[in-house]
């Protein structure tokens, strides 16, 4: 890496102070982290970890799916040291599956209890960092050129003068589609929810393979209606895009990305320090800097304004152990499939 | 023993002896840390090890090439090739046993780890010092097959098959077939044919629900339909192009051949995004054609026409690439006896021209068909509802179901589709010869097309120019507006935030996307010489020399091309990342990932290239006594320079715009620019993205220009215009 090794002598020429960093760094050792947020978020979160602690940083990001591949490919000899961010379910499978260690945090008494929960739940082995609520968003363009009114509920969504206009991700290939999944059958009860989807299959348009896509085809005007975690809206609506977010009206389920530490991690101290690091306020802060609208799980950090309060949305009890689990999932999905999917348009 | 055999068996002493055995975790030759203790310790020698005890393991291997040392005397070859083939086969066997019995403390092959005496031991990945030893046992394996007379006693083609063999062994099967085994895997995690069964005749493969209803078909029918289209159509195009460039007086020749290239160094995704911003419900054409003609804007780019759109964007021009090296070979001199004897043009074209073009045609077809077939991008961002297998399996992996086992069947539904389609390729082309260049010289003109092909093969390319030309103004312009489709702002920020240099304190590289940019060039440019070397050699390997197995070989060499990039990235981490070869997090996997999975297009450009020079010119060579590691470097190498710098061109772009292959293998400190340019897309930023895909597009375009420039034209003797010159001699 050419420009590492011109900005490290860069450095030592320039800067005294900055020598005794990279012996610091050197001493206090390294650590590997699996990043599955976006870059913008990842990024500051390893550098602000390495100027504080002088622990050198090693970063990946890849998405929730792709790392926790990553590291049941790993396991048998892990690479990484802690895993940062995502959506909880792989977490949790992944603590199903003894991927990961559990850890008790001295940060604990700081946290919601939603993130508390998440750290039960899976034996200790994974805890909440942020939340973010599930919803939809919709195109005012798109919206009012079609002279229908603005959708509020889930129920708004069978409307059939939004035929082929509502966009959401197949929920085998994407988190947050099965956290749909899993939210209606919670609110209505699985008879009626699946009656709710095989509704809702006519007016989709595409059953797209990211979760957070449907947000870009909102904001793009290739879709009317998209259904995602509410923050990845947000995002659309800071960026200028012509977009409404909503909580829908019936209540709604949420997502709690989540923290692990890797089984046979190969810096296991560091992985300790990076966790408790990550839980204090500081850390937390970093996301409203990188654009990103989750709810922190610290108590002390204050949301960011343009954060949909969750004190606002009517969210349900969701049940994360059940929903989670392997078995419950891997029956959703296949019910899913041949209920819901194979139906003709 | 001949001069070159000790000179190998010394080297593989070198190996057992004096280089270290393992890879140890900061080897390097910055800093000599690592080497503390030597020759024991953790970067200690085999030799140092074994006799200390510390791993007695190694000592069977070495004993058995101090076996191979008795053949060192001996003057009667016979001799001598017994010694080495018993001694070169024991102890490659060997070093390789004692490797994959002895891992990680737990696993490992226990009972054989034992039998070497090494129960309950573990040991670090294989280095420098088994390397080179464990070649060494396999060269004098190949050295005394060559004494015995395989490949008519030449050493160089003995030891050259036996070096393709293992590479193709160890980093395509095994590979492969770590990942495959899992299709056999049933939940329970023990082998189980029913859940392979199952899912293999599950109605989302094989489905044909839309035949009749309106529902989506299978998976497999989708992908093959896509796929056989995919490789007509770029054939076609690719024909018409270069018969354009080469038998016509057609103006503009060059905006053809830069547009012809364009899309190849163009980053996955950015063809489709563009697609998006012009076709899309709201993009720029839709909007147009609705305004003024009111068509109503629909959003068929989202399926099969967009992909199948975005695959022959991206994929005709490889067809070019290897049709416009057969169309320049084919010898004019048969067209001239054409019409010489009373033929008109269109009876030449289609008697004479046509059937020569077939290798051409095939290979052509085969290329695209499997691209198709291996592509994730495009798939990905404009697929729809229509599912392909690559997709498929992508998410059967990292998607919500986490079903390896799925996604093992799926790779072997897509596996037997490409070796199906190889194997018609075969048939097709038959034992029949396609030999037109040759050593005697030729004074032919190329005859100018007939005029209905040439309007024809006009009437193909044009639209395809102009649509190129209209998606690459969108993405050339992209990244300077503020946000494509929504705001025209002109606006310099994208290129800011990706490669930013701050001249304050000297030269700061400080833009977000300069890290991954160095990686992805100094890792192309790395393995793209590798690739064709490999690639190459392969090619002049199966073409023109015989021994057993042959055909196999080829059939192997195909075999990573066939298997998408996501499957090769998850069977490459799993089949890498644990001794006795251990390289996950290095760079040198991505380098080898590049090798394996380019070199396909080196071997077919290569062997495309070889059917049409005459053996009489290896032969010539031979008969002047050139040993065949010369024929092939001075008589065969200069004539193959079109398919050098496909092979070349090829690899160095597909290295710096893979994507599904290596998104599993960057590391932190190894990470490329396309998995970069994914996550920026994810993340909706288009500009950022597009901005640092056009700087990708110059860099390439700067190096497919080095590579032209550095390998030079073939340069054929051929009469250029009609008061042209004497003829002039043949072969460069």
Known sequence: MVQNARRKALTLALAGTALMMVSAAKAQGALVLYCSVQEEWCRPMANAFEKETGIKVSMTRKSSGETYAQIKAEASNPRGDVWWGGTGDPHLQAAEEGLTEAYESPKMAELHDWALRQWKGSQGRTVGIYAGALGFGFNTKQVASRGIPEPKCWADLINPKLKDEVQVADPNSSGTSYTMLATLVQLMGEDKAFD??????????????????????????????????????????????????????????????????????????????????????????????????????????????????????????????????????????SKWDNEVKKLPK | ?????????????????????????????????????????????????????????????????????????????????????????????????????????????????????????????????????????????????????????????????????????????????????????????????????????????WGLGCLTRDVSCGVAWNTLLLAVLCGAITTLLGLASALLI?????????????????????????????????????????????????????????????????????????????????VQGISPSLEEASQTLGARRWETFSTVTWPLLRPGIANAFLIGFVESMADFGNPLVLGGNFEVLSTKIFFAVVGAAHNEGQAAVLALVLLSFTLGAFWL??????????????????????????????????????????????????????????????????????????????????????????????????????????????????????????????????????????????????????????????????????????????????VRSGIAGLSQIDKSLDEASATLSARSATTLWRVLLPLLRPALVAALVYSFVRAMTAVSAVIFLVSAEYNLATAYIVGRVEAGEFGLAIAYSSVLIVVMALGIAIIQFGVGERRLGRRTTESGPAPVVAGA
């Open chain 1, 196 to 333: 709710y989807l095989k509704a809702l299959h006519k007016n989709i348009n595409q059953y797209t393979k990211s979760g957070a896509a449907p947000a870009k085809a909102t904001s793009l005007g290739e879709t009317t209606v998209g259904i995602t975690f509410m923050h990845d809206m947000v995002t659309m609506v800071v960026n200028g895009g012509p977009v409404k977010v909503v909580a829908p009206c019936e209540g709604t389920g949420y997502e709690i990305g989540s923290m692990s530490i890797v089984k046979g991690a190969r810096n296991l101290d560091n992985a300790k320090k990076f966790y408790d690091w990550a839980l204090t306020p500081a850390a937390q802060k970093l996301a409203e800097e990188a654009k990103s609208y989750q709810v922190p799980s610290n108590k002390n950090v204050i949301p960011p304004p343009q954060s949909p309060k969750l004190a606002d949305v009517k969210l349900i009890d969701y049940d994360f152990a059940k929903y989670g689990s392997s078995a419950e999932r891997k029956r959703l999905l």
């Open chain 2, 425 to 602: 390729q075969q048939r097709w082309l038959g034992k029949k010869s396609y030999t037109t260049l040759t050593g005697k010289g030729d004074a032919g003109l190329p005859t100018p097309l007939p005029r209905r092909v040439s309007w024809l093969a006009s009437a193909t390319v044009i639209p395809w120019v102009i649509l190129t030309v209209v998606i690459y103004v969108i993405i050339l312009t992209g990244g300077f507006v503020k946000s494509m489709g929504r705001d025209y702002t002109p606006t310099l920020e994208h290129f800011l935030t990706g490669f930013r240099i701050d001249f304050s304190r000297g030269l700061y590289f400080e833009g977000a996307a300069w890290d991954s940019f160095f990686t992805t060039v100094k890792l192309a440019a790395v393995s793209a010489p590798l690739t064709a070397i490999v690639g190459l050699l392969a090619a002049y390997l199966l073409k023109r020399q015989t021994f057993q197995g042959r055909a196999a070989l080829e059939f192997s060499t195909m075999l990573s091309f066939a298997i998408p990039g996501t499957v090769i990235g998850v069977a490459y981490i799993l089949a890498f990342n644990v001794p006795p070869i251990e390289m996950t997090g290095t760079g040198l996997i991505l380098v080898i990932a590049f090798i394996f999975r380019n070199m396909p297009v080196g």
């Open chain 2, 1 to 205: 023993m001949r001069p070159s055999t000790r000179l190998l068996y010394l080297l593989a002493w070198c190996g057992f002896g004096l280089l270290p055995w393992y890879f140890t975790e900061g080897m390097g030759l910055a800093s000599l840390g690592w080497l503390s203790g030597y020759p024991f310790g953790k970067g200690g020698s085999a030799l140092a090890l074994g006799l200390s005890g510390a791993a007695p393991w190694l000592l069977p291997g070495g004993a058995m090439l101090l076996m191979a040392g008795l053949a060192w005397p001996k003057q009667d070859e016979q001799r001598a090739a017994s010694i080495l083939l018993l001694a070169g086969a024991a102890g490659f066997l060997l070093f390789f046993m004692q490797g994959f019995a002895i891992t990680l403390r737990g696993q490992g092959i226990p009972w054989l780890a034992a039998l070497f005496g090494g129960q309950g031991a573990a040991q670090a990945g294989m280095g420098p010092g088994a390397l080179v030893t464990i070649v060494g046992m396999l060269l004098l394996f190949c050295h005394g097959l060559a004494y015995r007379g395989f490949c008519r006693g030449d050493v160089f083609t003995c030891s050259m098959i036996g070096l393709l063999i293992l590479m193709i062994g160890l980093f395509i099967f095994f590979p492969v077939v770590t990942v495959l085994k899992g299709a056999l895997i049933g939940e329970a995690g023990r082998v189980d044919p029913g859940a392979f069964l199952d899912r293999f005749l599950d109605s989302s493969i």
């Open chain 2, 246 to 326: 080469l038998r016509t007086g057609m103006p503009a020749k060059w905006l053809l051949r830069a547009l012809t290239v364009l899309p190849i160094i163009t980053p996955p995704f950015v063809i489709g995004l563009a697609l998006i911003l012009l076709f899309g419900r709201t993009g720029l054409v839709s909007n147009f054609l609705y305004e003024w003609f009111d068509v109503p804007r629909t959003r068929w780019i989202y399926g099969l026409p967009g992909v199948l759109l975005a695959q022959v964007l991206a994929f005709a021009p490889i067809a070019f690439l290897v049709l416009i090296g057969v």
